[in-house]
């Protein structure tokens, strides 16, 4: 499984990138609102960080002009993914850049019909929205299966982009089911290693090391 980050923030991304683990980025224009710092720029950074897929998302609402926008965006760098809601303008918008090569990730993925339609579309990127359906009681989870049987069932290459990741549960559910990308949030990135006991056995490794008065260099 890959994992993207989701944020905009550029330190964060600099902080996470040594890790090895951070194999994309996705932006929004919440995300950019909150960085406070111009698009275009941010984009322009964070891809010189990252080398895998960056999203930046078109704003536009009509295809002729979302359709411009992306082909604006994707010559930023050559790892900008376009980002596009889930329309009928942002699917037309998403078979033209896919015809001229550029990579898209459709977004607000609420239903299992919208998935298939975005990958009928030629989508490189479907984001199916967990949390923000299990805000509304609904399982994000299932969306997540459902998705995942439909593609391998007409072997569609459209990749499944968890997004909408609320917590280090979210990350586990979506590996488990068949995701082949999740996006999170920094904060839960880093949660992902924690373990209580992975603390308190080292705590108690190092002690008893200590007793030994070694060293191993
Ligand atoms: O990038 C889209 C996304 O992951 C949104 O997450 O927490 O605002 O629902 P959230």
Redesign the pocket.
């Known amino acids: 499984m890959k994992f993207f980050i989701?944020t905009a923030d550029v330190e964060e991304i600099k902080a996470l990138a040594p890790t090895g683990l951070v194999d994309g980025v996705?932006t929004?224009p919440?995300?950019i609102m909150k960085s406070g710092r111009d698009f275009r720029e941010v984009v322009a950074e964070i891809c010189a960080i990252v080398d895998g897929p960056v999203s930046a998302e078109v704003t536009a609402t009509e295809a002729p002009e979302m359709i411009k926008e992306g082909v604006s965006l994707a010559d930023i760098a050559d790892n900008v993914t376009v980002k596009l809601p889930l329309t009928l303008e942002g699917l037309v918008a998403c078979k033209a850049l896919t015809e001229e090569g550029i990579d898209t990730n459709v977004?607000l993925c609420f239903s299992a019909n919208q998935a298939l339609l975005a990958a009928k579309a030629g989508a490189t990127f479907i984001?199916p929205?967990i949390?923000?359906l299990d805000d509304i009681n609904v399982d994000g989870m299932e969306l997540i299966r459902d998705i995942r049987m439909i593609y391998d069932n007409y072997d569609f290459r459209t990749e499944i982009l968890a997004?909408?990741?609320?917590s280090a549960n979210h990350v586990k559910e979506s590996a488990i089911a068949g995701a082949d990308v999740a996006?999170v949030p920094p904060a839960v990135l880093k949660s992902l290693v924690r373990h209580p006991l992975t603390d308190k056995g080292l705590d108690a490794f190092l002690a008893d090391w200590a007793k030994t008065g070694q060293k191993i260099l």
């Open positions: 989701d996705t929004n919440s995300l977004t984001s929205f949390g923000r997004a909408s990741i609320r996006t």
